[in-house]
């Protein structure tokens, strides 16, 4: 069984040797999604490099921030929002990633601390249009992100990075490949339109080489660092 520093220097090799095929050069942050793993895990992957983590469950979450208060982790929160949790993620996340509404991004808005650096957020697409997915459908992408972008001029305590979307769960990888594709195309607009924008947020542990070959430059992997988790819920393969 291989250790997670293991993981962590195998999954790097893989980003360079993504890299090298795309046409995007863009360095490729690596986001360590640590839902349902220990803090003794969390630690390894720090001290292997990562100061980036994941979570999409806010209670474990902040549980795990508390724990490592003396780490400088980057806490990226992934899962969707619920309005009576905007307080807590405005107060102690630096990414949100899932944000799809107005209403979220005005809650998550009025309830940053003025003390705290604006919060870091990308837009989440739907590019699979599957309904048991979050996001803004991508037929639909470009009138309600110009929505999102001019309320965002009155939203000084978020900082629009880009946009994120999981693909379809599909042995189709051709599928997965053209979703890639039209995030990435959406991407170049919107990167065009704002100068914030840096962040495409696509690929997990089965499809985050070919996600960087199309664009990506952020990553978010779960069970090739860590493993697979005791209990996994619906929806789980980061």
């Excluded at 724990?67 to 905007?86: D, M, R, T, V, Y």
């Excluded at 102690?92 to 705290?116: E, G, I, Q, T, Y």
């Excluded at 989440?124 to 929505?147: C, F, R, V």
Aim: glycine share 6%; charged share 25%.
């Amino acid at each position: 069984m291989t250790t997670i520093s293991q993981n962590v220097s195998q999954i790097n090799q893989n980003i360079l040797e993504a890299s090298a095929f795309n046409n995007f050069p863009e360095k490729v942050t690596l986001v360590a999604v640590s839902k349902g793993h220990s803090f003794d895990k969390i630690i390894e992957a720090f001290d292997a490099g990562i100061i980036n983590f994941g979570e999409n469950y806010l209670q474990e979450a902040l549980n795990k921030k508390l724990h490592l208060e003396n780490f400088a982790i980057q806490w990226h929160f992934l899962g969707p929002i619920q309005s009576n949790k905007c307080k807590l993620i405005a107060e102690n996340f630096d990414w949100v990633h899932s944000v799809d509404r107005l209403k979220v991004m005005k809650l998550l808005n009025d309830l940053r601390p003025s003390s705290a650096n604006p919060l870091n957020i990308c837009i989440q697409i739907n590019s699979s249009g599957e309904d048991t997915k979050s996001g803004i459908a991508i037929d639909d992408a470009q009138s309600h992100l110009i929505d999102l972008i001019s309320a965002l001029k009155e939203l000084p305590k978020l900082k629009l990075r880009g946009i994120m979307s999981i693909p379809s769960n599909t042995e189709d990888r051709e599928k997965v490949i053209d979703e890639f594709k039209s995030m990435h195309v959406l991407y170049a607009k919107l990167k065009n339109q704002i100068d914030t924008v840096d962040t495409l947020s696509m690929g997990m542990s089965n499809d985050f080489k070919p996600a960087i070959e199309h664009g990506s430059n952020l990553v978010r992997i779960g069970t090739a660092i860590f493993g697979v988790r005791a209990i996994k819920t619906q929806g789980d393969d980061n």
